[in-house]
């Protein structure tokens, strides 16, 4: 994608922040551009971070999550204040390119699969089949135990074969099972497969640190298989999984996926201001803090991760940072990590225009969120353009009022609004067309606007 395609993409569900979208586009491309280049070249050219600074509720992680739906590279969205200082209980910092490697692998896996999902699926066909038809009577053979221990015994009988009727018989009951099969008309006949048990060996240790004894041992010890009776419609996709990893090479898989998360991989650092603490308030908790900005850089700056799939080099990897930071400052940083991320992307503070967008625009717009909700319930819902510039402005002047939460707002408000149309719906009534007015508005949100009604509003 160009970056102005890109931007567009973002455009549809998110207002303004022109900038900041920009800049995520241009380094989103940037990364093509670096693959079409000469290997020597390349790796000369390291990733520009980015921070997104601003205000709560601006849409800063919302970007983040529309990109990831975007972008056909591995991403991951982390928050940096999960993770704590090596030697302390809690996630380590590397944890985040073994989740990026994770989303890789997952990702190669699914582009594998896509690919040789038509042969699977006839695979799957054929075996589904085969279980559904009737066994053939295996003859029961009676061993005299004593000539069993002996090894002699006679030579075993022969199966009887199977007569040219009998095959031509089970050749249309195959044929016929395949029919109805097709039909969707054996989908709760119940079928016995083979399933692997997954070695589910989660440990808590006792300091409650978790070790993913699966993940970690997982591949080493031998998977335990397990007969289970389950419905057609079930059995389908165990069975299709096993068909198409029988046709995917797992080292393959693990090549392209460690090479594409070194080459492409994205992490969106988040809250990344919830670990810069100022010096003159370093306490407890602080301490940690700057020892988890100290684990980051070497990540940030390049190193090498060991993963259970390969080691995975870092120095591509391009991270995007944001934070409200209104409490701490950028400045507050280390100044090396500060220097990691050399583009500073402000979003802006919204305004009741951008107010009225959001309610309206986007394609997951909050009014048609609720008009979907409602409808199940034979209501159908809709606004009048007054009344959605009235909602705008109340939501404008209830974050000047009291704390600014941005767009979050819009959330508050509207539910507030339609807290009696959500409750006294029911669905008992036949269709009804409810138009929210202008007047309507006025009357429900005013009503409790007095100024110590505001508290309503807070969150
Ligand atoms: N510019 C925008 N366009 C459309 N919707 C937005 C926009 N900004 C915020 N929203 C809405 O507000 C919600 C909160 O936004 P988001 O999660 O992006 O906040 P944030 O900037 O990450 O804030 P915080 O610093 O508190 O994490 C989103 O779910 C989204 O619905
Ligand atoms: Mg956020």
């Not at 015994?153 to 099972?177: C, D, N, S, V, Y």
């Not at 109805?180 to 006792?206: C, D, H, Q, T, Y």
Request: hydrophobic letters at 40%.
């Amino acid at each position: 994608m160009t970056p102005r395609e890109i931007v567009n993409a973002l455009d549809r569900y998110i207002i303004g922040q022109d900038e900041a979208k920009r800049a995520v586009a241009i380094a989103l491309r940037n990364r093509y551009r670096r693959s079409c280049l000469s290997p020597e070249l390349r790796e000369e050219i390291t990733p520009k971070n980015i921070i997104l600074l601003g205000p709560t509720g601006v849409g800063k992680t919302e970007i983040a999550r529309r990109l990831a739906k975007l972008v056909d590279a591995p991403f991951v969205k982390v928050e940096a204040s999960k993770y704590t200082e090596v030697g302390y209980v809690g996630r380590d910092v590397e944890s985040m390119v073994r989740d990026l490697v994770e989303e890789s692998i997952r990702l190669t896996k699914q582009k594998r699969m896509d690919l040789v999902k038509d042969a699977a699926a006839a695979a799957t066909e054929q075996r589904l089949v085969e279980l559904l038809l009737p066994q053939q009577k295996k003859q029961q053979r009676t061993v005299n135990p004593l000539q069993f221990l002996l090894g002699s015994g006679q030579p075993e009988p022969e199966e009887p074969k199977p007569t040219e009727e009998e095959q031509q018989a089970r050749k249309t009951l195959k044929e016929q099972t395949l029919e109805r099969l097709r039909a969707g008309l054996l989908e709760k006949e119940i079928v016995e497969i083979e399933v692997e048990e997954s070695v589910n060996a989660m440990m808590f240790g006792a300091s409650g640190m978790e070790i993913d004894m699966g993940g970690m041992l997982g591949d080493l010890l031998p998977k335990k298989k397990k007969s289970k009776r389950m419905p057609v419609e079930h059995a389908r996709s165990i069975l299709m999984q096993q068909e198409s990893e029988k046709r995917i090479d797992p080292d393959d898989v693990n090549r392209e996926a460690l090479q594409n998360a070194e080459q492409n991989g994205i992490i969106f650092l988040d809250e990344i201001d919830k670990i810069a603490g100022s010096a003159n308030q370093m306490g407890g908790a602080d301490v940690s803090r700057e020892g988890v900005q100290r684990d980051i850089l070497p990540i940030v700056e390049g190193t090498t991760v060991s993963t259970k799939y390969g080691p995975v080099k870092t120095d591509f990897i391009l991270f995007i940072g944001a934070g409200a930071f209104h409490v701490a400052k950028v400045s507050d940083l280390i100044p090396e990590l500060q220097g990691r991320f050399p583009i500073r992307v402000t979003l802006k503070d919204l305004t009741e225009d951008d107010f009225y967008a959001i309610l309206t625009q986007p394609d997951n717009a909050i009014t048609k969120q609720y008009a979907a909700l409602l409808r199940p319930d034979n209501v159908n819902l809709s606004f009048t353009e007054d009344a959605l510039r009235e909602i705008a402005k109340f939501a404008f002047r209830a974050n000047e009022q009291n704390e600014n939460i941005g767009a979050r707002r819009l959330h508050t408000v509207m539910e507030n609004l339609l807290n009696d149309i959500s409750f006294n719906a029911n669905g008992q009534h036949p269709l009804i067309d409810v138009v929210v007015d202008g007047a309507y508005v006025d009357a429900h949100l005013s009503a409790e606007w007095g100024e110590d009604n505001i508290s309503k509003y807070i969150l």
